[in-house]
């Protein structure tokens, strides 16, 4: 998934997905917490790769992974292309009324829009840039 894109909560914590990203998403995707105080939305087809990889692991190392799957909400599209995202999620990445939605590979990533832009200063500046393109080998 790729872009970024701008868009405000409803009054009901509804937010509208753009419609590249719906495509990707599909009708039916999940989100959950991450480590950078935003939200992951995942389609299901990469939630259940991600679900099929905890699987995998050793009890002890799934027992790590609890927080992802126990903030986890399942989320549907209505007609008009917004999702509800659960209060206890909206409250954990501090959304006000602004969120930016980035693309970020194979998921996308929901964050209040102050946040985003102090991450986005911080990490879009030419060393950073080069930094990765040098991880890339590029």
């Known amino acids: 998934m790729t872009g970024e894109y701008q868009h405000a909560l409803d009054s009901k914590g509804r937010l509208f997905m ?4 719906r495509d990707e998403l599909g009708e039916v995707f999940f989100v959950t917490i991450s480590m950078d ?3 992951c939305a995942y389609s299901s087809e990469s939630w259940n790769t991600l679900s099929e990889r905890v699987n995998a692991m050793p009890y002890v190392k799934q027992r790590r992974m609890r927080p992802l799957f126990a903030h986890a909400a399942r989320c549907e599209l209505d007609a008009q292309g917004r999702a509800l995202i659960p209060q ?7 959304f006000t009324k602004s969120v930016t939605i980035v693309g970020c590979n194979n998921h996308a990533e929901l964050w209040d829009s102050d946040a985003w832009r102090a991450v986005y200063e911080l990490e879009t500046t030419p060393e950073n840039i080069a930094a990765v393109m040098e991880e890339l080998e590029f």
């Open 88 to 94: 206890n999620l909206r409250e954990y990445a501090g």
């Open 37 to 39: 105080r935003c939200l």
């Open 18 to 21: 753009p419609a590249k990203l």
